[in-house]
């Protein structure tokens, strides 16, 4: 989730705990809160998110997490493999045989 967590909350920008699963859930269906919390704790542990406490837009006590300088230059970095790869990949699948 490292790098689809972190671009979830780029796309998001600040949000709490129950909009990222609802954002995770949308594109991955099997995505639960044993998965999510975990991947959070790891992205904080290496300094790409933070958190803080707040209260949502239904006035209920949340966590809201953002993307740190290190979670914004992991995250370009990440997207720039992925587009080494994917460009690799598709001339490989449209070079002529």
Known sequence: MSATGLKTLDTLGTTHDEQERAALR???????????????????????????????????????????????????AEIEKWERVSWVVSRLLTEEA
């Open 26 to 76: 949308q594109e991955y269906e099997s995505t639960n809160q044993g998965t999510i919390y975990p991947a959070l704790v790891r992205l904080q542990q290496r300094d790409s998110i933070t958190s803080h406490w707040g209260e949502s837009d239904n006035k209920r006590r949340a966590k809201f997490y953002e993307l740190t300088r290190v979670g914004r230059r992991h995250l370009a």
